[in-house]
T-cell receptor, first 114, second 115 residues
Framework: ETGVTQTPRHLVMGMTNKKSLKCEQH?????MYWYKQSAKKPLELMFVYNFKEQTENNSVPSRFSPECPNSSHLFLHLHTLQPEDSALYLCASSQEGGRDYEQYFGPGTRLTVT | AQSVAQPEDQVNVAEGNPLTVKCTYSVSGNPYLFWYVQYPNRGLQFLLKYITGDNLVKGSYGFEAEFNKSQTSFHLKKPSALVSDSALYFCAVRDEGNYGQNFVFGPGTRLSVLP
């Protein structure tokens, strides 16, 4: 285990539903990330929170809404998704400003939009 | 802008043979380089990194990688492949001067180790 947990592991939702993905890191890190991994496409960075402040939003549609209430928790709120949003959503964390620059990933949430 | 290329979508190697997964990068400053592995339905797992110092870095599960500044490469290697090494491998780079967030990942290389 990497110290980053994600729930749920699998989620099936209709296009009119509202759901949330949860990520928790137990590593004492100060930065957290959401990535989208689709089949046959490179890993896409969606959002970055550094010291709880959102510092990056890579042109992600507004139907994805992140929330970072503290440095250990990160949420991704989903509403009115499209079938092309079906993917593996990965959360990661890192310690910025230290000497361990690598990101640690959770196991992901497999999202299917019907 | 940073970029990473993994020129091979798929690498096949026989068990017991040496393996190499290739990675080249482009950054404006000094690179920080990383390799990750992903098993089916799992997140990415950190293998090793180059930040500074010795160009040959050793990581988990017997993997190593060699930083070559002149060729802007960071190839992943293992002297003797195992069937259990079969997975998807990602190279990533961030710019030393880019404090904060920006990892850039390569598209991934699928490694198949044949028994």
């Amino acid at each position: 285990e990497t110290g980053v947990t994600q729930t749920p592991r699998h989620l099936v939702m209709g296009m009119t539903n509202k759901k949330s993905l949860k990520c928790e890191q137990h590593l004492g890190h100060n930065a957290m990330y959401w990535y989208k991994q689709s089949a046959k496409k490179p890993l896409e960075l969606m959002f970055v929170y550094n010291f709880k402040e959102q510092t990056e939003n890579n042109s992600v549609p507004s139907r994805f809404s992140p929330e970072c209430p503290n440095s250990s928790h990160l949420f991704l709120h989903l509403h009115t998704l499209q079938p092309e949003d079906s993917a593996l959503y990965l959360c990661a964390s890192s310690q910025e400003g230290g000497r361990d620059y690598e990101q640690y990933f959770g196991p992901g949430t497999r999202l299917t939009v019907t | 802008a940073q970029s990473v290329a993994q020129p091979e979508d798929q690498v096949n190697v026989a068990e017991g043979n040496p393996l190499t997964v290739k990675c080249t990068y482009s950054v404006s400053g000094n690179p920080y380089l990383f390799w990750y592995v992903q098993y089916p339905n799992r997140g990415l797992q950190f293998l090793l990194k180059y930040i500074t110092g010795d160009n040959l870095v050793k990581g988990s599960y017997g993997f190593e990688a060699e930083f070559n500044k002149s060729q802007t490469s960071f190839h992943l290697k293992k002297p003797s492949a195992l069937v259990s090494d079969s997975a998807l491998y990602f190279c990533a780079v961030r710019d030393e001067g880019n404090y904060g967030q920006n990892f850039v990942f390569g598209p991934g290389t699928r490694l198949s180790v044949l028994p």
